[in-house]
């Protein structure tokens, strides 16, 4: 009977089916946990500010609500002393935070101002309880204002990021770098994709899991970036599906090979990626037309959006770059790069190269 349903199509089918249910299940079970939790961690946070503000029971009061709070709930590591002092200052973080910024709004009724304090409250607190509490912790500890952690938030629930992409964002500024690239996409492309696509951007561009010397070229670049492809696809955001590196494009008998190619799954679009090693020159935004032109033309299908580019060099000057820009009729925006731990120019000869490298790890398998 065990072999014969394992072997019957309708019940095997029926069983993935059921098993898909089970997990989102457990998805959402675990979602709505981790919500009530945060919820009583919010008000818990509230109620220890409170009681160490109006109650006199000495400096002990967190030490010794750990130890019973412990001792009752054993199963719950989430009473630890350390934890109870993050839930106290996830508390104050937002709490100040959005008090101070209603401070800015103006000179409004007691009572408005109340009401707009406690409808921001229930925003933020609403968010808040969307993440994981590691994720509050991380954010919390390493955000300096409330625009900047709501950011953050914003995009774990939008990408579902882990709590180590959600470091490596923070501690590579990308608060201050999305959006800030310099483009012409409000004149060549409709909204929202224009919004979309200027948000997808940033500048400069953070090239650190990079080993270059200073006085690199675009080739070398280029190749570092693809040698590094992960981290790569990584800081240029979610959405980018790589499809290659000096892509040809053959007009008319000519042969025109691109710097990188990718897709972009949420603007349902190509992006045409020009590296430059030096500071920008205004003939680079005409090469970079040119190219969108020929993939919009050979690669693009009617599911397609219009396809953009994007030029990162080694510095720009944005008056330039606006002048440039100003009369281009493909979408293309324009970032820097960084790096900030280039080697001396005299190592360059002494770094294996990747096949050196491939080289040395053959002759150690023939061994």
Same mark, same amino acid.
Not at 134 to 140: K, T
Not at 154 to 171: G, M, P, Y
Not at 243 to 259: A, C, N, P, T
């Given at each position: 009977m065990k072999q014969a349903l394992i072997q019957n199509k309708t019940y095997y089918r029926w069983l993935k089916e059921l098993k898909h249910k089970v997990r989102l299940v457990q998805i959402k079970a675990a979602v709505k946990v981790n919500s009530e939790l945060l919820q009583f961690y919010w008000e818990l946070g509230q109620d220890i500010v409170d009681k160490q503000k109006n109650a006199k029971w000495g400096d002990g009061f967190l030490k010794q609500l750990s130890i019973d709070l412990s001792s009752e709930f054993p199963d719950m590591k989430g009473f630890s002393l350390r934890n109870l002092k993050y839930i106290k200052q996830w508390h104050l973080f937002y709490s100040q935070k959005i008090e101070k910024s209603q401070q800015t709004v103006g000179q409004i009724s007691s009572q408005a101002l109340l009401q707009s304090e406690k409808l921001i409250g229930q925003q933020a607190?609403?968010?808040?309880? &969307?993440?994981?509490? =590691?994720?509050?912790?991380?954010?919390?500890?390493? #955000?300096?204002?409330?625009?900047?952690?709501?950011?953050?938030?914003?995009? %774990?629930?939008?990408?579902?990021?882990? *709590?180590?992409?959600?470091?490596?964002?923070?501690? *590579?500024?990308?608060?201050? *770098?999305?959006?800030?690239? %310099?483009?012409?996409?409000?004149?060549?492309? $409709?909204? $929202?994709q224009s919004d979309l696509a200027r948000e997808t951007l940033k500048d400069p561009y953070n090239f650190d899991f990079l080993t270059l010397t200073e006085k690199h070229n675009e080739k070398e670049l280029e190749n570092a970036l693809i040698n590094h492809v992960t981290k790569f696809l990584l800081e240029l955001g979610a =959405?980018? /599906?790589?499809?290659?590196? &000096?892509?040809?494009?053959?007009?008319?008998? !000519?042969?025109?090979?691109?710097?990188?190619?990718?897709?972009?799954?949420?603007?349902? #679009?190509?992006?045409?990626?020009?590296?430059?090693?030096?500071?920008?020159?205004?003939?680079?935004?005409?090469?970079?037309?040119?190219?969108?032109?020929?993939? !919009? =033309?050979?690669?693009?299908?009617?599911?397609?959006?219009?396809? @953009?580019?994007?030029?990162?060099?080694?510095? +720009?000057?944005?008056?330039?770059?606006?002048?440039?820009? +100003?009369?281009?009729?493909? $979408? @293309? =925006?324009?970032?820097?790069? @960084?790096?900030? +731990?280039?080697? $001396?120019?005299?190592?360059?000869?002494?770094?294996?190269? @990747?096949? !050196?490298?491939?080289?040395?790890? /053959? *002759?150690?398998?023939?061994?």
């Open positions: 607190v609403a968010q808040l309880i &969307q993440i994981p509490w =590691g994720h509050n912790i991380a954010i919390i500890s390493k #955000c300096k204002n409330l625009n900047e952690a709501l950011f953050y938030i914003q995009k %774990i629930i939008q990408n579902n990021w882990s *709590r180590s992409v959600l470091t490596h964002h923070i501690e *590579r500024d990308l608060f201050k *770098r999305e959006g800030k690239a %310099i483009t012409n996409f409000k004149a060549t492309l $409709p909204e $929202p =959405g980018f /599906s790589y499809i290659g590196q &000096q892509y040809k494009l053959e007009v008319s008998g !000519d042969e025109f090979f691109i710097d990188l190619l990718f897709y972009h799954v949420k603007l349902h #679009c190509y992006v045409v990626v020009e590296l430059k090693a030096v500071k920008f020159k205004p003939e680079f935004a005409g090469k970079l037309n040119f190219y969108v032109s020929a993939v !919009d =033309g050979i690669l693009k299908s009617e599911q397609d959006n219009t396809s @953009i580019g994007i030029l990162i060099c080694k510095s +720009k000057n944005d008056t330039v770059v606006e002048y440039a820009l +100003k009369d281009v009729h493909k $979408p @293309i =925006g324009v970032s820097e790069y @960084i790096i900030t +731990k280039n080697l $001396p120019d005299e190592f360059r000869s002494s770094l294996p190269s @990747i096949e !050196d490298i491939e080289a040395e790890l /053959s *002759r150690g398998e023939d061994t």
